[in-house]
């Protein structure tokens, strides 16, 4: 069976097309990305403007297109913390389904958490015991932890790099002010995390599995020694921190000539790397793993389960 993924992010509107049976993995097939930065087009009252409610339409229908002509036969559309924060979310939800000819799924934060865990412990497998995560998407930072496929603990944080450029670094490039300014409302806005997850059991793994997080450890980290097939990165924290002061004076436009930073992350890419530092620092974290499935292999992987159980 043909499934798509429509997953209308803070950054992004990225639809994913894979095949699928029940009881086996999803094999991608084709990836479809238009690079939005919606938070660009939040106002000072919350609400997406126009401009933004037409790039999202626009976008959407073009991934709709795609969808068909990929013989998709089942689109699992969902929406994270742009749209279902925005104070005309309502509006603009209702415009996305007219586009799409069907519901939209908005994800919840918690929910959107537990959907990356899942993807994250099929990758790594049981044998990985206590899994820590980490996704940083646009709007939000998502940590969850547990050893099954569930995690024991789930959270979703206000601290997304688009969310934090705009707010803490619209100057390009930031001023050392600002990146210690994010700093400071960083920590402090995960300091009530750090407590409930390092009282969980001491994590064997801990993982990173946005763009954002992978796009740092290409140019930070450094490959799994002795691991064959896909690639797998370990990012340190200690050179991402060291990185940090550079890539801040570097003008975002000039960001895409380092390795692993493309074009739709060069913006929010500082924010990003500082929001994961505190968010290591907080956990008491060395370094971690990068997983390649997260929130959209989560969606697939968990109506695949309903396919197989009925």
Known sequence: MRLGVLDIGSNTVHLLVANANPGGRPLARTSHRTVLRLMR???ADGSINGQGVKALVDAVTEARKVARDEGVEELLATATSAVREATNGTAVIAQIEQALGQELQVLGGVTEARYTFLAVRRWFGWSAGQILLFDIGGGSLEIAAGGDELPDEAASVPL??????????????????????????????????????????????????????????????YPVPGWSGIERMVLPRAALGSWIPRLARIPAASRQELPGITAD???????????????????????????????????LLRYIESMAWG
Not at 280 to 295: F, G, K, N
Request: no cysteine; aromatic share 6%; net charge negative.
């Open 160 to 221: 997304g790099a688009g969310r934090m450029t705009r707010a803490f670094l619209p100057d390009d490039p930031p001023g050392e002010d600002a990146v210690e300014q994010l700093r400071d409302h960083a920590r402090a806005t995960l300091k009530p995390f750090g407590k409930v997850f390092r009282d969980l059991p001491h994590p064997d793994h801990v993982v990173g599995s946005s763009k954002a997080i992978r796009s740092l450890a290409k140019l930070v980290g």
């Open 265 to 299: 992350r060069t913006y929010q890419i500082v924010a990003g790397a500082v929001v994961l530092h505190e968010a290591m620092r907080t956990m008491d974290v060395d370094e971690l793993e990068v997983s390649p499935w997260a929130l959209r292999e989560g969606v």
């Open 41 to 43: 087009y939040v106002e």
